[in-house]
């Protein structure tokens, strides 16, 4: 059987319409070709970075950036590029996302995606952290993969987050107790220290062990009946309680006392809320009350022990860009109303803008963005507050 010559011309090149289907299956041949043969290069993952974006009472939302460089110099979709990424604290999940078919121009761009973070889930990672002696690893890993060339390239980024939030309550000033009251003069007792340590921590509570070293400067020995706290975190009430075993201070002499105060984790969630509105900055407070009863007088006082108040304030860095961020505001904020630029100034930023705008338009730096839904999330370093001193009494 022999084969026309003139009709494959004609069944292959008799039309515009086939000579556009040949040169288009031609070209999917040689790509696929080239790919299977290495001679095309798989996009890389240059970075993964996070910022936090929406938060509400229950969510959390974080945005991660993957930047990738595409090789090619065509797009990588004939190459079915994918990606996707995980986000944790000590074992915690707090996101995980990603997206199939990711269309990648040639050279570097980056690719949005979003998820949500329960914020339910901060007691969790909190836990892990005072067990781990308020220490955090963030681990970020993110993979973009080609399902056609079964290949993928991947980039892992570990951070570790330490904080310090009571060591500052450790102190061996002397403070005055005032009572202000007519029924005994002041100071009616001296606490010359104070000591804190983590206690027991589970998925309801945190407890933190106190000490206090009470001098008693009275001729009479003082009964202290009831010790009160309360805890706040950005003025949201993380804990308050009292504990109602009576203690004796002898009179003139040093007294420890040892109490317990706990943090309910529930209320952790409500203030993450806070802490990230403030820019990862929290305001902690413990403030301190004691019922003490004075038996030369036969009567049972309150007092605030406002001197013994405990502030921290608590920043974070969670994904390490926070002063990148804050130096790019700055900047933006001082750069001056276009009203008040010369003409040759104005003239050279919108040069500027025309020069952006052409980039972008030529696949350098645009962002395309995936909604997912994901895990959790948190963090904490700090500073201290000193108060003036006074002279140590009846240290021991």
Request: aromatic share 6%; net charge negative; proline share 4%.
């Amino acid at each position: 059987m022999s084969i026309d010559i003139g009709t494959v011309r004609s069944l292959l090149f008799g039309s515009g319409a086939r000579i556009v289907v040949t040169a288009v299956c031609s070209l999917v041949v040689v790509a696929a070709g080239a790919f299977a043969a290495g001679l095309v290069g798989v996009p890389t993952l240059e970075s993964v970075d996070n910022e936090f974006g929406e938060v509400t009472d229950d969510r959390t939302e974080i945005r991660t950036f993957l930047t990738v460089t595409n090789p090619n110099p065509i797009g990588a979709s004939a190459a079915e590029v994918s990606a996707e990424y995980t986000v944790d604290m000590n074992g915690v999940e707090m996101a995980r996302g990603g997206g199939s078919d990711v269309a990648l121009e040639p050279g570097t761009s980056t690719e949005t995606f979003t998820t949500r973070m329960q914020n339910e889930r901060i007691p969790d990672w909190w836990v892990t952290h005072i067990r781990n002696g308020e220490e955090t690893e963030v681990a970020i890993d993110a993979t973009v993969s080609s399902g056609a060339l079964g290949r993928s390239t991947d980039v892992t980024d570990r951070r570790t987050i330490e904080t310090d939030l009571i060591s500052q309550f450790d102190s061996d000033e002397t403070r005055p107790i005032n009572a202000n009251s007519p029924a005994t003069s002041d100071p009616v007792l001296y606490v010359n220290g104070t000591r804190a340590n983590w206690g027991d921590v589970d998925e309801r509570t945190t407890e933190l062990e106190l000490r206090f070293d009470m001098y008693n400067p009275k001729s009479y020995d003082i009964p202290v009946t009831r010790l009160g706290y309360t805890i706040y975190m950005n003025d949201i009430v993380v804990g308050e309680g009292e504990t109602t075993s009576e203690r004796v201070l002898r009179s003139k002499q040093v007294t420890p006392v040892d109490t317990s105060t706990h943090i309910q984790n529930q209320h952790l969630d409500d203030w993450w809320v806070t802490h990230l509105q403030k820019g990862e900055e929290t305001d902690l407070r413990i403030e301190f009350d004691a019922r003490v009863r004075l038996p030369v007088v036969g009567t049972t006082i309150t007092l605030p022990l406002d001197e013994l108040t405990y502030e921290e304030t608590i920043e974070t860095d969670i994904w390490g860009n926070k002063n990148e961020n804050e130096s790019a505001a700055d900047e933006t904020d001082t750069t001056p109303a276009p009203s008040e630029r010369t003409a040759d100034e104005r003239t050279t930023d919108e040069d500027r803008e025309t020069e952006t705008e052409q980039s972008e338009t030529d696949g350098g730096g645009e962002r395309s963005e995936t909604e997912d839904d994901g895990g959790i999330l948190s963090g904490l370093p700090l500073s201290s507050v000193s108060d003036a001193r006074v002279p140590v009494l009846g240290r021991s």
